[in-house]
């Protein structure tokens, strides 16, 4: 039985792809710090499903699901450097998934020192404690931001990302710097993932379907930044969760065609790749917000405003590459992923 790491187990992406590893046969260790940013009562809600009751849990002490024997969690910081070495002394780890981070880019704004702390410094601590250890894998959670001020579309993993437009997407961008110099100099084999607007039930509170659908159903007007005018590669969560698991056993080898000359972003002479995970087919904000209209009966107030620093107007991924490497591209399209949402927030907030 393989075991797997994955930071961010009570995150939106890290609960489902928890679970799917879990229902596979992995031997599982969850870890999260479940902070403030958001509803922690949805995410004490989302370790419930995997057997974890809020009653359970103490911090820097692992475990046991009471669901699942091959499921594990702890609550702790990823800048808790003595307990991630512990955890990889003591645990016999052949993955590591790396989806923990502060996330979102308007709350980088607020609280900047938040983003070095876990995105930059927790990351450190892992490569630090992959260094000593013989890891199979580290995948780890980009973001689409990354392309920032990029308008050269499909946003493809060989074009240039070097003007960020907020200290989001800078912290992200330095962890696949981070990752690079530890492929390079331990030869840990390290995969990066740009994730795209990622929607679906148990989604985050701060994205906008989320907010969307609660606003409507509460009777409150939406903001609808750069008066409409957005488009977003929307990717529904069980493309995201499919393309990781698939990439599980795929760990990079050092690219021999790599040239210094005309170097390729995407990988490198050491083991390290690059990828995209996103739907590949931009929608218009408004297209949207039609389809969360259509779901719900409801016709949204809309109360249009300007574009909010730090944002982009538009996002698309090319995945060829992805394609090519695992046999997959991301296939729900809005309208079911927007029901299916609809349908799980519904019935979680009865």
Known sequence: MKTILVTGTAGFIGYHLTKRLSNEGYKVIGLDNINDYYSTELKHDRLAQLGFSKE???????????SKE???????????KSTIDSLFENEDLDFVINLAAQAGVRYSLKDPYRYIDSNITGFLNLLEAARHHSLEHLIYASSSSVYGANTNMPFSTSDNVDHP???YAATKKSNELMAHTYSNLYDIPTTGLRFFTVYGPWGRPDMALFLFTKAMLDNEPIKVFNYGNM??????IDDIVEGIVRLIPKAPEPNEEWDGDDPD??????PYRIFNIGNSSPIKLMDFIGEIEKQLGIEAEKNMMPMQPGDVPKTWAD????FEYIDFRPQVGIEEGVKNFIDWYKEYYN
């Open 56 to 66: 359970s849990l103490s911090d820097d002490k692992l475990i046991e699901s009471t």
């Open 70 to 80: 091959n499921l594990f969690f702890i609550k702790t910081d990823l800048e808790n």
């Open 165 to 167: 437009m907020s200290l």
């Open 231 to 236: 488009e977003r590669d929307f990717t529904y």
């Open 265 to 270: 972003p995407s990988t490198s002479f050491a």
């Open 319 to 322: 995945v060829e590459d992805l």
